[in-house]
């Protein structure tokens, strides 16, 4: 069965200081990868996706994944946090079969000092 | 604007009543989906529908019901509330029903409190 897994379920970094958030996966074929971002009180936004092609992808707010096949990992990474990124950030991979949703991680939240 | 509108917004529910979510899209898209979110449990598929007519289950459905009588509306309704059910309910939807190669959609959720 499809599953995600986000080992840090809290992360505190100081502002401008670089972020790498982990995932590892567990699928059978070439898996569909997203990262969310939730801010307080609110629904999730899509920072990235990956489905094929070059393994590192850019996204919003200047955040960036990589997918490596071998790691079974899609981990999400920022060069320098700023205050506003303190949210909770969510990996999900699609099921690949028609008719199914995407399967999340537990998310990590992020918090950022000054 | 468009997109995703559930209401209400929040509420707060006596057990053994029953309530129904409501959820609007006028993006046009095929699939909605409605998850709901705990504290350590990350986000959980409940039900989904891949297109006006049709539905299916995810995986936590029981205590729920869901319909599709057209594109642009899919309630979810809990017969008789229980606290367990106590959560943040997202709606989402997909443009593409049947293929996940479009990234979902979310609502800003309802937050329900059963008592």
């Known amino acids: 069965a499809q599953s995600v897994t986000q080992p840090d379920i809290h992360i505190t970094v100081s502002e401008g200081a670089s972020l790498e958030l982990r995932c590892n996966y567990s699928y059978g074929a070439t898996p569909y990868l997203f990262w969310y971002v939730q801010s307080p009180g609110q629904g999730l936004q899509l920072l990235l996706k990956y489905f094929s092609g070059d393994t590192l992808v850019q996204g919003i707010k200047g955040f960036e994944a990589e997918f490596k096949r071998s790691q079974s990992s899609f981990n999400l990474r920022k060069p320098s946090v700023h205050w506003s990124d303190a949210a909770e950030y969510f990996c999900a991979v699609g099921a690949g079969q028609a008719g199914t949703a995407l399967i999340f991680g537990k998310g990590t939240t992020l918090s950022v000092s000054s | 604007i468009a997109g995703i509108t559930q209401a209400p917004t929040s509420q707060i529910l006596a057990a053994g009543r029953r309530m129904t979510l409501r959820c609007t899209q006028d993006m046009r898209h095929n699939a909605m989906y409605w998850y709901r979110q705990d504290l350590g449990l990350g986000l959980r598929l409940i039900h989904y529908?891949?297109?006006?007519?049709?539905?299916g289950k995810g995986e936590v459905p029981d205590g729920y019901s869901v319909s599709r009588a057209n594109t642009d509306d899919f309630p979810l309704t809990l017969a008789s509330a229980v606290p367990s059910q106590t959560s943040v309910y997202f709606c989402?939807?997909?443009?593409?029903?049947?293929?996940?190669?479009?990234?979902?959609?979310f609502g800003d959720g309802t937050r329900l409190s059963i008592l």
């Open positions: 989402a939807t997909t443009d593409r029903g049947y293929t996940i190669n479009q990234p979902q959609h």
């Open positions: 529908s891949n297109t006006a007519g049709t539905t």
